[in-house]
């Protein structure tokens, strides 16, 4: 019995002075020490020995099992740093490239729902266009036929810069910005962030995200504005999904409706989430007014166009049934592992 502990302790020694993967580890650990582990057989034979014999033996066979634990948790710190150490030299990250699936285990499920937005809008022709977050006050109001003191930039309050400056409320001052740029025919898509000073709240949020549209050119009609925002409606949320215009008021269009789509989740019958209306709001849309038009130097007599806005936050809040807005912002690994 002797001989097999210290044949024991020499087997398990040698195996673990030069192991290299921690699943070995466990094997040499099942090996002697498991159940039916060679030192616990040993532990189990001794029952056979004589009254003197079995505390000696026993006394070496927990010596020997100490001296394999010990090994065994220093081959696993070594074995752990040198694993850290080959990922850290093999681990290349580009951090100018977009969150990955493959690096990073998820995506922000508002960038998986403004690509699948983006590319509904590239089919169709469109150009993605980015404006400025901090913008001037003509850009974000007055060249969008929201006049110096009228009441509806209350609606809208900001945060003030200073001078003529300030945080952009709306995607809308792109289309001004890309009208003043280029002549028609335009057809642009404008993502980006803006700011209000808003509480947060559930559904509120003092930064959040909008997606602009514009189209320009001749003889473009509401029915323009219509079969491009239906189309895009079946895309995203599929070919059962129908829309609804209602009249609203825009400062920088005229006409001005909202769009509905019928409930996803209900398909039009009633429920909590469209608050049994059978639909649901997702964007402003209307007619370019003449008046930007012509402050961006476009002549209304040649050329119409229509414009759309909708929030990104609440759109992928639709999409996935996510109830509060502020789980975003909030990089829980628990919620965005889940995209
Ligand atoms: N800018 C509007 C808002 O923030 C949304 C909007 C409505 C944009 C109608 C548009 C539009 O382009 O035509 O409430």
């Given at each position: 019995m002797r001989e097999k502990l210290e044949q024991i302790k020499n087997e398990a020694l040698d195996q673990l002075s030069n192991i290299e993967s921690l699943a070995v580890l466990d094997e040499v650990r099942v090996k002697y020490l498991?159940?039916?582990g060679e030192l616990t057989a040993v532990l189990r034979g001794?029952?056979?020995?004589s009254k003197e014999e079995r505390p000696v033996i026993g006394q070496m066979a927990n010596e020997v099992r100490v001296k394999i634990e010990s090994m065994l948790e220093e081959a696993k710190e070594s074995l752990g740093s040198a694993l850290r150490e080959k990922q850290l030299k093999e681990e290349v990250i580009?951090?100018?490239?977009?969150?990955?699936k493959k690096v990073l285990g998820h995506r922000h499920p508002m960038n998986v729902v403004l690509d699948e937005i983006q590319n509904i809008f590239l089919g169709m022709g469109y150009t993605i266009v980015e404006g400025p977050e901090v913008e001037q006050s003509y850009y974000n109001f007055e060249a969008l036929n929201?006049?110096?003191?009228?009441?509806?930039?209350d609606e809208q309050d900001t945060f003030y810069l200073g001078g003529d400056y300030l945080l952009r409320t709306?995607?809308?001052p792109v289309q001004v910005r890309t009208m003043e740029k280029s002549k028609p025919p335009i057809r642009v898509l404008a993502p980006g962030r803006v700011f209000r000073s808003d509480e947060v709240d559930a559904t509120h949020s003092p930064v959040f995200h909008q997606i602009e549209g514009l189209v320009v050119d001749k003889n473009i009609t509401m029915s323009d504005l219509k079969g491009a925002l239906a189309v895009f409606a079946k895309e995203l949320y599929g070919e059962n999904a129908k829309v609804k215009f209602r009249p609203h008021h825009f400062?920088?269009?005229?006409p001005s409706a909202e769009m509905d789509v019928s409930c996803v989740y209900c398909e039009g019958e009633g429920c909590r989430i469209c608050k049994n209306t059978g639909w649901i709001e997702i964007l402003g849309c209307g007619m370019v007014h003449p008046r930007v038009l012509e402050m961006c130097g476009i002549d209304p007599n040649e050329y119409s166009g229509f414009a759309f806005g909708m929030g990104l936050e609440r759109i992928t809040m639709l999409k996935y049934g996510i109830?509060?807005?502020r789980l975003f912002f909030e990089n829980d690994m628990r919620f965005l592992d889940q995209f």
């Open positions: 498991g159940k039916k001794m029952k056979d020995l580009d951090v100018t490239m977009p969150a990955k929201v006049p110096e003191n009228h009441p509806a930039k709306q995607t809308s400062p920088f269009t005229e109830n509060d807005l």
